[in-house]
Structure formats: C-alpha cells, structure tokens
C-alpha cells in the first residue's frame, strides 16, 4: 500500500472506533483497547509505525450487550458482525465493520481470501478457572477449536502447490459436517465456560497471544481509564502499565526492525468513502 492509503486505512479504523466508543458510552457499556492498539496508546499516543488495526474487549457481559444493541445503536453505514447474525462466520469473536469502505487484499499473497470492509476487531473477556489444570485443559480446546475454525475457512495462499489445495478443500469438506451455526457456539461456550463465577482472573480467549499472558486480574481491567490516541481518548484497562508488562515485558523497548512487521504487505488496495 502506499502511504496516502496508509493513512486512510487509519482513519477509517478511527472513525470505527469514535462510533464503537459513542455507543459504549452512550449505552453504559465498558470495553478497552488492548493488546497492540493499547501499546500504540502508551509508546506512541496512536498506532504503532508499522501497525494497523485496532482491537479492544469488553467482560462477557458488556460484550453480550453491545452484540445486542450495536445494529441498532451505530450509525447506518456501520455494521456489528458475529456468529449469532452471519450464517457463514469465521472469526471466534466480533467485527465492527464500515460499510462505506473495502479492503483489497493482495492477490500476491491471497488466493482466494474475500475482500471485506475496513473493522475493528471486538474480543470477549471471560473468566478463567482458578485451577491451573483447568485452565490449561481450556487453553488446549480453544486452541484447537480455532484452529479448525481456520481450517474451516480454507483460506489458499499462492505458495500452495496443488496437493496442498487439495487437502485443504477436503479437509475443510470434513469439517463442514457440523454446521457453521453449531460449530460457532460450541467454541463460544467454550470460551465462557466458567463466565458465571467471578474467581478473580480475565481472560481473552479468542486472541492470538497466548491464553497464560492473557490471564490478567480483574483488578487490572478494572473498569478502565481514557488514553489518548491519535488525538483522541479511548478507554483501556485501568493498570495499564501492568497489563503491557504481562504481554510484553519491556514495553516501551522497540523491537529489532525485523520484528517490525508490517501487515500492510497483505493488502493490496482499499476503498474509503473520502475516495467516492
């Protein structure tokens, strides 16, 4: 992409977010800003250099009640998508997406990846069994079940060779034995198994790092604090400093410049209705 493109990718995540962040506030409704989008806020007051998306969470609950006013309470061109309102889904958690805009995917990379509309990525945050055996055997499921869920997607890379296409596509056949609908939920309820009883920890199961750093105390999420990013203030967990050091160690330390990567490289082009 180029850097113009860059910058309106950017922009369009922001606009997501303002909305996401209008609704919550408006509704009483909790989220943070996590992961990198919460190290951007600290290190960079904004995006990471080289980043460019934005995730946040919200406790179960807050989760299950923005999944159920979102379409009502976002404006037109936005749109909340999960499992519950998408009969073909592959994702283990939400996406806010802007209708007016489109990603392009690079086909360099992409075989057969569908183009999509810009979105903010939305976690739930369960709790977590105090057993360790518990948890671990939990960490191993999720971790399981979302790999299928990829596998399910059959997403084909140009690097394929044509017995790797092939295996795929008869790979994703068996698995589609269980309806997308049922196989969605059996990996939610996984996730919130335990979301009844508060034993003291926070967990994003559905996130890609692993399940032992997302294992945070409450008391670090609390109910959150504004930070500012890119001119804005978003709402992150209330020890902030706490959280970065659980996932990243030594934060503010930037990573060698091969360790800079650069996820832009996967999208060829976008669309964004300051184009129109």
Aim: glycine content about 4%.
């Amino acid at each position: 992409m180029r850097q113009e493109q860059i910058g309106e990718l950017r922009m369009s995540l922001l606009t997501i977010m303002d909305e996401i962040h209008r609704v919550c506030e408006e509704n009483n409704i909790t989220y943070y800003i996590i992961g990198g989008t919460a190290l951007g806020a600290v290190r960079h007051k904004g995006f990471i250099p080289w980043d460019t998306d934005i995730d946040i969470a919200m406790r179960r609950e807050d989760y299950d009640k923005f999944l159920a006013c979102a379409n009502k309470k976002l404006k037109s061109n936005f749109y909340c998508a999960c499992y519950l309102n998408e009969d073909k889904w592959t994702h283990p958690h939400a996406l806010v997406f802007d209708n007016n805009t489109v990603i392009h995917w690079n086909r360099n990379y992409y075989k057969n990846k569908a183009d999509c509309p810009i979105y903010v990525d939305v976690f739930p945050l369960d709790y977590a069994p105090k057993d360790e055996r518990l948890q671990e055997q939990q960490a191993i499921r999720i971790r399981k079940k979302i790999y299928l869920q990829s596998r399910r997607e059959c997403i084909l890379y140009q690097r394929n060779n044509f017995f790797q296409i092939l295996a795929k596509k008869l790979f994703a056949l068996v698995l589609h034995i269980q309806s997308d609908s049922s196989f969605d939920k059996s990996l939610d309820d996984l996730m919130k198994k335990y979301s009844e009883h508060n034993n003291g920890n926070l967990c994003s199961m559905a996130s890609h790092y692993s399940y032992k750093k997302q294992l945070m105390p409450v008391e670090i999420y609390g109910f959150g604090k504004l930070y500012e990013f890119e001119g804005r203030h978003y709402r992150g967990p209330a020890d902030i400093d706490e959280y970065l050091k659980r996932l990243f160690g030594n934060y503010m330390e930037l990573p060698p410049v091969e360790k800079r990567t650069e996820y832009m490289d996967y999208i060829s082009d976008i669309v964004t209705n300051r184009e129109a």
